[in-house]
């Protein structure tokens, strides 16, 4: 790989242990997938930070990196608890004081702790910038969306990325790598979460590694929002780390479909099995809304639905936002949260928490990444429902 007189200079470690061992992996990486340079980048997004994930052995690896300082804006994502809340959550205290070393770790290094899956919500990416993020709702986010150029790092590539300030020079960073392969007509209106979500999942099977090109109708005004469901569902489902969405995607109106390879149409019932599988019906232990973490907007349809019962919740309700979109809820709309009983949590979600410890067993959640992992990881029990019966089953509402 061709490394420029700087570049060589941070492999031989002139510039200090920490940046040669940065260099040495992405070296490393790049080398190994055929990358002929690094490119700069102008954000990385540094997964896998919560220590119910890496444990002892990534605190320290962290730890160790945290002497130095990283080379571009950086972020990171979700930690085991919300850093304000975490006593109300039943967090035991060794892990609140190792959470607690991982996330002083990465602000040493000059990340931004606030932890989201959501950077996009912190800084917009623009068209044909180059990134390395990790979590794939997010990356899957910035291609599809923003027309931004990330492949799906893994937590220890981003931080490195975020030391160097470059990424190897592959993948989705070239534009050979970003046509499609595949064309799938969706024949389903797709007009809430727990749809887009399973429908992004169903897509991500079919497609398999193969970027596809999506034909669908959104009968939602908050398309956005809906589109970020799909990302997290197609990220579940397979390594893909892009769609091109026609009336979405910047790439869509340019895209030359001679490489499409097949056709396929997706219905209704083709999603439908998924809420035949997640469908536990019992007292629940809670109820998550926000995978990946919500928007203003969907902070503001939760509050619609819960005025208009104006009661307290019967299970625990918890609300997963960034801390960017929290500043701007409004004071009275957290007010009535408090008062309905309803949690909103920043910097976390229940997949990357201590569950067992926190005594969580079921859940109804309206994101299919939520389902499968809860289930996958935690054993957890899951019903996956509308964002409005999710609430409703949280009110005591009858469906
Ligand atoms: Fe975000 Fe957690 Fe879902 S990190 S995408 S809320 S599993």
Request: glycine share 6%.
């Amino acid at each position: 790989m061709y490394l420029t007189k700087e570049e060589e200079e941070i492999l031989s470690g002139e510039y200090g242990p920490e940046y040669q061992k940065a260099m040495k992996a992405l070296v490393k990486l790049g080398e190994a997938m055929g990358a002929k340079r690094l490119v700069s980048i102008s954000h990385a997004h540094i997964s896998g930070i919560s220590y119910r994930n890496i444990g002892d052995a990534g605190l320290e690896f962290i730890e160790e990196l945290s002497k130095v300082k990283v080379k571009v804006f950086s972020t990171c994502n979700p930690a085991g608890f919300d850093l304000e809340f975490w006593k109300f959550l039943s967090i035991p205290r060794d892990f609140f004081v190792k959470q607690l070393r991982i996330i002083n770790a990465l602000s040493k290094m000059g990340v931004k702790t606030a932890c989201t899956c959501t950077p996009y919500y912190i800084r917009e990416p623009s068209f044909g910038e180059h990134l390395a993020w990790g979590e794939s709702s997010a990356v899957l986010y910035a291609n599809t969306v923003y027309g931004a150029r990330t492949n799906r790092e893994g937590g220890p590539s981003s931080l490195f990325a975020a030391l160097i300030g470059k990424t190897p020079y592959m993948g989705m960073h070239l534009s050979e790598n970003r046509k499609p392969k595949i064309m799938i007509n969706v024949e389903v209106g797709v007009e809430e979460q727990a749809y887009a979500s399973t429908l992004g999942f169903v897509i991500g099977e079919v497609a398999k590694n193969r970027i596809p090109y999506i034909k669908i109708r959104f009968s939602s005004r908050n398309k956005l929002d809906l589109v970020k469901a799909l990302c997290a569902g197609v990220g579940t489902s397979s390594s893909l780390p892009m769609c091109i969405i026609e009336g979405v995607s910047p790439e869509a109106k340019s895209t030359d479909l001679s490489s499409v390879e097949e056709k396929i149409r997706i219905e209704k019932r083709d999603l439908e099995k998924y809420f035949t599988k997640y469908s536990c019906n019992e007292n629940f232990d809670a109820i998550f809304l926000g995978c990946p973490h919500l928007s203003l907007d969907e902070v503001v349809s939760v509050r619609k639905i819960v005025s208009k019962e104006k009661r307290k919740v019967k299970y625990p309700v918890f609300l997963a936002v960034s801390r960017q979109i929290y500043s701007r809820i409004p004071y009275s709309i957290l007010e009535e949260f408090k008062k309905y009983g309803i949690a909103v949590l920043r910097d976390t979600c229940l997949v990357v928490a201590p569950l067992n410890k926190m005594k969580i067993s079921s859940v109804a959640t309206n994101s299919i990444k939520h389902a499968y992992y809860l289930e996958n990881i935690h054993g957890v029990k899951v019903r996956l429902c509308k964002t409005s019966e999710c609430l409703k089953i949280a009110l005591g509402v009858n469906l």
